[in-house]
């Protein structure tokens, strides 16, 4: 197993190894939970996984050294020591890898902790697990992990997360939802991320949290004792719906003050170069005030 290609540009990718099946990023809720596919176990036999990914690790780690920008960088001095952290972090989780998902994870937790998001190293693999939930969802609005409908069991809608199993909210969901992907000292990724926290995937390098204290809309605290189990199928269309949704490119107000400005592409089609203009259009009046 070695680095077989890199592309740099917006995304850097090293495809890794042609054990896997066609690229799957592993992001809890982006896909329905189904049954992983048949492995060829005597294939899977014979490839030491342990090996492998302290190989790819440390092959990805001189690909960046030698041609990331951040290596020459003056103003980004710090950029050498990031990134002997994060193959130091891939290489300690490297460990206890023993399948294509461990191999995975490893080069996800490189990009983790490196969190630039112009850059990164990713496996091929198509093998995952059930999507597991509590019994209820949950939105980032704030500074604070809001729960949503539909609560099958659990806390109420609009409480927020306390913590877990003695962790306060943040601590849990770094060690979850950002535990292998996401750049948490960006506030966006947040509202991204964060939710996932209660949206896992069935697999032996996960810790779910087991105990969690909420309060509720009325002020009281409740710890609950979550119950882990695989999304119902009849959810999963009106939650893709959901998703997929997305505002036009523009400026909007929603209430007096506050101003939302919607960026859905970078590649916008004809309609949406016309929106952009007079996005930008909307932006330099906003900014030059009544005249």
């Known amino acids: 197993m070695r680095v077989s290609r890199l592309e740099i540009g917006l995304v850097v990718s090293a495809l890794l190894g042609a054990i896997a099946n066609p690229q799957h990023q592993l992001r809890a809720a982006n896909r329905a939970g189904t049954a992983p596919p048949q492995q060829d176990v005597s294939a899977a036999q014979r490839v030491n996984w342990r090996k492998a990914t302290r190989d790819d690790v440390v092959a990805a780690y001189e690909v960046f050294r030698r041609h990331h920008p951040g ?29 294509a998902e461990g191999h995975m994870r490893a080069l996800a937790l490189f990009s983790a902790v490196l969190a630039d998001g112009h850059a990164r190293v990713q496996a091929s693999y198509s093998g995952h697990g059930d999507i597991l939930w509590p019994g209820f969802r949950t939105v980032w609005r704030g500074d604070a992990l809001h729960v949503v409908g539909p609560v099958e069991e659990g806390p109420p809608p609009k409480s927020v997360l306390l913590g877990c199993d003695g962790g306060d909210a943040r601590t849990v969901i770094r060690d979850n939802a950002f535990s292998f992907y996401g750049r948490p000292a960006e506030a966006g990724q947040w509202w991204e991320d964060a939710p996932s926290t209660f949206l896992r995937v069935k697999s032996p390098y996960e810790k779910l949290p087991h105990r969690c204290r909420f309060r509720d809309p009325n002020g009281q605290v409740k710890a609950y004792s979550l119950n882990w189990q695989a999304v119902p199928q009849d959810l999963w269309p009106a939650w893709l719906e959901t998703e997929s949704k997305r505002e036009p ?25 016309v929106q952009y203009g007079r996005l930008f259009r909307d932006i330099d009046q906003n900014l030059r005030g009544p005249s």
């Open 71 to 99: 290596m020459f960088d003056p103003d980004n001095p710090g950029f050498p020591r990031q990134l002997r952290r994060a193959r130091d972090a891939a290489l300690k989780f490297a460990q206890k890898v023993h399948d």
């Open 249 to 273: 490119i523009g400026l909007t107000e929603p209430r007096p003050g506050m101003y939302l400005i919607s960026l859905p592409t970078f590649w916008p089609d004809e309609v949406g170069r």
